[in-house]
DNA sequence: TGATGAATAGGAATTATACCCTATTCCCGC
DNA sequence: GCGGGAATAGGGTATAATTCCTATTCATCA
C-alpha cells in the first residue's frame, strides 16, 4: 500500500495535476530542484531511493494538498482487491516470482482491503492436512514481504515446488525449521538451498 | 497535514492498538530497536526528526495496516477502526446490547476496515485456553450480523453473562451444541433459552 | 529479594537522502 | 538555425536517519 513506485507515482502524478514538472513541485516546497529527479530514485546499485517524510510534508504543505488527496493518488482507491489461488496450485509453476509475489493472471481475486503490502495474497485451504487451524475451503491472507519471527504462521515453497503452511519453530543461518500445524504431521527442517521463499500468514479466514 | 507531531502519533497509536511498545514495533517491521525511540524524535539541538518514508512502509507492510488506517490514526478520526475488547471484558455488562451488536464508549479501535457488517467488532484472545487455534494476544474479527452455520467458529454470549469461543457443531430449533476449539475441554450444549446471542468469527490473526 | 528480559536514553558509526554544482538535453520563440 | 530557459543526469559534499553499542530503568517471575 505504500511502496517506493507508489510514492514517486503520487508524486509524479500531483505535479502533473497542479501543472508542474517535478523539478518545479520540489522548488516550490523549497527543496532543492534536483530532489526528485528520476535519476535520485534509485541508486546507482539499482537499490530504491525513497523521499523523506519531511520532503512529503513540505510538498503538501506547499501545494494545499491534504493527506486524503495525495493517498488517493497512489493508487486510486483504498479498498483493493487482492489475489487468490487455491493452496494446491499454488505448487505449479507460473503464480509466483522467485522472490514470491504473485504474478500472471490467472489468479482469482478476493475483497480484503485491509493490507499493507501491496504484494500480498491470498490462499485458499484445501483437504484436512492443516486441522485443526485451517480447514478445507478457508482463506488465508500470506505477505511476501513481510519480515518473520518465530512464532509466525508462514507458507513456505521449496524449490521442488512444494507448499507449505507451517509454523515457525526455529530459524538458523543455514536452517528453518517449521511446526506441522496438525501434530498429527511430523515437523520439518529445511535446509536454506530447498526454500524458494517464506510468507508470513497475516489474517485468516473463519 | 502531515506534520512531525502526527507522524509520531499515529505510529505510537499504532503499536498500541496492536498491544506493542515502540520498540517492539520497529523490530517487527524488521528495523533497529531503537529507530522510533522518543530520544529519536529531536535532534540534540531541539530540530524534530522524522522517520523515514521507508520506514513506515515497512511498518505498514509488516502489520497488515493499509495508508488509509494509518492516516485515520493522525488525525485521529479513526473512522475505518472497529471496536476492540479483550475476550474476558466482553463477559461484563455494557459492551453490548441485546442483539449482540457493540455499544457504549468504553471500546478500544483496531484498524480492520470493511468486513462487510458495520456492527463488526473485534476481541482480543487472553490466555491459552482456546490452543492450538487462538494465541495469548490474537485478535479475532467478529460479525454478529452474518448467517451462521454448522462448523462456523462462533461467539456465544450466554444469559448469565458467559463468552465462550466455539465452533459451531449442531443447531436445532431448541438447543445449540458447541465444539471446544481446544479438545482438552468438553463440548457444550446450550439450549435456546440459555443464549443471549451468537456471532460468527470472520478473521483470526496469525 | 534477586534474576531476567524488555524498553528506553544517549552516544558513535554507518548509511541514506538532500543539497550543490556542472554538463547535457529538450522545448520554445525568434 | 540560434539563443535562452527549464528540466534532467550524474557526481561530490553536507546533513539527517538508522544502526550499533552500552547503561539504565522498569516490570515480571521465581
Redesign the pocket.
Known sequence: MLSHAHIWRALDTLAERLG?????L?RRAG?????F????RE??DG?P????T??IAKVLAATGTSLDDFMALMDGSGRRAIPLIGFAQAGEGGFFDDAGFPVGGAWDEIAFPNVGDEHAYALEIAGDSMLPLYRDGDVVVVSPAAPIRRGDRVVVKTREGEVLAKELKRQTARTVELRSLNPEHPDRMLQDGEIAWIARVLWASQ
Open positions: 508542474l514538472s517535478a523539478s518545479a520540489a527543496l532543492d530542484a534536483t530532489t529527479n528520476r535519476s535520485k541508486a546507482p537499490r531511493r525513497w523521499p523523506s519531511e520532503s
